[in-house]
């Protein structure tokens, strides 16, 4: 008996068994890196227990202590999201025999090299950052940059910040990278007295004036410079109006058990990634 196999039935059996076998690979890598200590702490995404509420939740809780003691927190959100668009392969394989040391047939089993790019740019930024005294944690491409000080003290730490910026991008040239700087996102956090003795509202990084902003937005999360969270909860809620009212126009054709699968997806889920972070304020 003679079955006919169609190109398309051979094209979606070729792509789901690629996709296992990348799931497979990135298991193995991420295990081992994980036993042998290759991971920071301060890196998140592709990991277990490592997801963006563990980012948001140590960026609100350090500039939240660090208010408690009267001091401000600068914090920069470092564009680099065209790394993982112009990585050079060569130079990323040369990193994990270097760095991770991966050897022989496993580098040819990394088919779609994402993961270990977010592992290979993060760990430079990370120990950039750390050799120049700063705190910093990477979510995949969302890296942010931040440090505590006293509003009196901050004159002389910003110079030191730039130049940790700086630092950073010349390895990402080096490795044929990009930063780009007229992407990235500053805000002053801390409470309300602090932050009016603040005179810097714009950082100077290579002649480009980056403008200090009263609300920037992290991994879905909207900080205001007092940590209210207010804008969050305004998006928030004109968010879940919104889908409300997309799902009254069609609530007549739609089961309840079906309302209620669309009400979560759509609107509690919304309500369950952000709650913890504005109940800690």
Request: proline residues 1%.
């Amino acid at each position: 008996m003679t079955y006919k196999v169609s190109s398309g039935t051979l094209n979606l059996c070729s792509l789901t068994m690629s996709k296992v076998v990348e799931r497979l690979v990135c298991r193995k890598l991420v295990a081992y890196l994980n036993k042998h200590g290759f991971l920071s702490t301060l890196q998140s995404a592709y990991r277990r227990f490592h997801s963006t509420e563990n980012s948001v939740l140590k960026l609100v809780c350090d500039a939240l202590l660090a208010a408690d003691r009267g001091e401000v927190t600068l914090l920069g959100f470092l564009d680099l999201s065209a790394a993982f668009d112009t990585v050079e392969h060569k130079i990323l394989l040369d990193r994990l025999r270097q760095t991770f040391g991966l050897r022989g047939q496993v580098l040819d089993w990394i088919l779609r090299p994402w993961n270990a790019v977010f592992y290979s740019v993060a760990a430079d930024v990370i120990s950039i950052a750390q050799r120049c005294g700063f705190q910093v944690y990477s979510y995949t491409d969302d890296t942010e940059l931040y440090f505590h000080s006293k509003a009196e003290s901050c004159e002389r730490r910003l110079p030191h910040f730039t130049e940790c910026i700086a630092a950073i991008e010349i390895r990402m040239t080096a490795n044929r990278l990009k930063m780009n700087i007229d992407k990235i996102d500053f805000i002053w956090l801390g409470f309300k007295h602090q932050l009016a003795k603040i005179k810097f509202q714009s950082i100077t990084l290579e002649a480009v004036h980056v403008p200090v902003s009263s609300v920037v937005t992290c991994l879905g999360v909207q900080f205001d410079s007092q940590l209210t969270f207010i804008p969050h909860v305004q998006c928030l809620a004109r968010h879940c109006f919104y889908r409300l009212r997309q799902l009254l126009s069609v609530r007549r054709t739609l089961t309840t058990d079906s309302a209620k699968a669309l009400v979560h997806a759509l609107i509690a889920s919304r309500f369950d990634y952000t709650s913890i972070k504005c109940c800690i304020r």
